[in-house]
């Protein structure tokens, strides 16, 4: 497997409504996304053009717009949504790696977070 660059967004924090029980649905909580974005940086990096590269912060406005916006009772489905959306607009992005955090699950006990990490690639 050839050695991609990534770029990566972490700790992003957004508000949604996504868990399969009433309240969370109703109340909402926060939810923090890592992705990390495979791709290659090279000629954007020799050219310092950002055509040559991915715009991070759209990126973000897209992933802000899946988590905010939509519903999903799993975290599996809120992360392959996504994961697609990346795939889907930004077409310099060869893999993506997609980490949900929900660190406020309601679960009886002590944690510092619950979530889930998927890899999707073209």
Request: proline share 3%; glycine share 6%; no cysteine.
């Amino acid at each position: 497997m050839e050695k991609r660059d990534v770029i990566f967004l972490e700790a992003m924090t957004f508000f949604g409504y996504h868990g399969v029980l009433d309240f969370e649905g109703e109340f909402g909580q926060p939810f923090i996304i890592d992705a990390y974005l495979e791709t290659t940086t090279q000629k954007a990096g020799l050219t310092d053009e950002l055509t040559y590269s991915t715009h991070y912060g759209e990126v973000f406005e897209t992933i802000q717009d899946v988590v905010e916006n939509e519903r999903f009772q799993l975290l599996e489905a809120l992360a392959e949504q996504i994961a697609a959306q990346v795939l889907a607009n930004y077409p310099l992005i060869e893999a993506v790696t997609i980490k949900v955090n929900k660190p406020h699950a309601p679960i009886r006990g002590n944690f510092k977070n619950v979530g889930v990490k998927i890899y999707r690639e073209r």
